[in-house]
C-alpha cells in the first residue's frame, strides 16, 4: 500500500471480470488534513492509487498505470460523512495489459467513473 493507513478494504467479492469492495476510509488520516483542512476530500490521485492497488490484489500481478480515461469525478468523498466506499471494478486482460472500468460511489451516489489501462510488470 503506497499510502500506508489511508483505507481498510471491508470486503471484496469477486465474480468472474467484476469485483465489488467496500473500502472504509480513515477520516483521521494526514492526507485530509491537507486536503482540505476544516473540509476534507479524498484527493482523485488517491482514488486511482486505491484502483490500481485493488486490481494488483485480485490479479496478483503488479501493475503500472498507463492510461486513465473519461476520467469523471462527479461527486466528493469527505471521509467525515462517507466513511464507506463502493468500488466496482470490471477487469479485463489480454497479454500483458489489464484495463479496468470502475464506478465508486457511496449511499447511491456516484462519486467516480473512469476507465484505466495498467501494463503488468511481472
Known amino acids: 500500500m503506497l499510502i500506508e493507513g489511508l ?3 471491508q470486503s471484496l467479492e469477486q465474480n ?3 469485483v465489488n469492495a467496500k ?3 480513515h477520516k483521521e488520516h494526514d492526507v485530509f488534513k491537507g486536503h482540505f483542512p476544516g473540509n476534507p476530500i479524498m484527493p482523485g490521485v488517491c ?13 496478483g500481478k503488479e501493475l503500472f498505470l498507463s ?4 476520467v469523471k469525478f462527479m461527486a466528493k468523498i ?5 466513511e464507506v466506499i463502493d468500488l466496482s471494478l470490471k477487469i479485463s486482460e489480454e497479454n500483458d495489459i489489464i484495463k479496468v472500468k ?6 447511491q451516489t456516484i462519486a467516480l467513473k473512469l476507465s484505466t489501462t495498467f501494463k503488468i510488470m511481472n
Open 67 to 70: 492510461v486513465a480515461s473519461n
Open 78 to 82: 469527505n471521509p467525515e460523512e462517507n
Open 16 to 18: 468472474e471480470q467484476e
Open 23 to 25: 473500502v472504509k476510509l
Open 102 to 107: 470502475n464506478v465508486t460511489s457511496y449511499d
Open 7 to 9: 483505507y481498510t478494504v
Open 47 to 59: 482514488m486511482l492509487q486505491m484502483i490500481k492497488e485493488l486490481t494488483e490484489q485480485v490479479t
